[in-house]
């Protein structure tokens, strides 16, 4: 268990569960020991906006916002939200980012066009770049809704905190009735990118 202080800056669009995912990190990594401070930006969220979160942890954090170019990990939800948060992921970072596109606004109308090739961009600058099937595992999983737990179990790779721990946290947190759909997501999204994550 490293004693310094990572940086995890969790970036998605209104709707995608992104702050129950935030909360979902904040709380294992509570459990696992660790000093954690949390911070959430979600203006117009309901709108479709932009969602972010600084998770900060360690044994022990002052404050909880991550500075650019700070952030050990960038936990995308979204593709285009994803590129746009590059500027605040270290030179040495790591990028999960869940594959799907929700379109903005400006391209839903037209007025504006979905940028190409994302992926393949992410991947150039950031070697250590983690594509996520998140929507079609969410499915596999019996609902689209579980994309954050698929998510935060292809995350769950690089931190050394054992399976059983996020199961605990996914009972507490989760309503009883949609507990075995996450529990299966969570799964699903761990055991994809378990041989290919380094660890924190």
Do not use: C
Request: proline fraction near 6%; charge should be negative; charged fraction near 20%.
């Amino acid at each position: 268990m490293k004693d310094d202080v990572r940086n995890i800056l969790l970036a998605g669009v209104g709707g995608q569960g992104t702050l129950l995912a935030s909360e979902l990190l904040s709380e294992a990594l509570l459990l696992a020991g660790y000093d954690v401070k949390k911070s959430e930006i979600h203006g117009m969220s309901q709108r479709g906006g932009s969602v972010t979160s600084h998770v900060r942890y360690g044994s022990k954090v002052l404050s909880p916002l991550i500075h650019e170019g700070q952030a050990d990990i960038l936990f995308g939800f979204e593709l285009l939200e994803t590129y746009r948060y590059l500027p605040m992921l270290g030179e040495d970072g790591t990028i999960f980012v869940n594959r799907q596109r929700i379109l903005p606004a400006p391209v839903a109308v037209g007025t504006a066009s979905y940028p190409p090739d994302l992926e393949d961009k992410l991947l150039r600058v950031y070697p250590n770049t983690h594509l996520v099937d998140g929507l079609a595992l969410a499915h596999q999983a019996g609902h689209p809704r579980t994309v954050n737990t698929v998510l935060l179990g292809a995350l769950s790779t690089a931190l050394e905190m054992p399976p059983a721990l996020w199961h605990d946290v996914i009972a507490q947190k989760v309503p009883p009735q949609f507990q075995q759909e996450n529990l299966l997501a969570f799964q699903l999204g761990r055991d994809g990118q378990r041989s290919k994550s380094p660890t924190l």
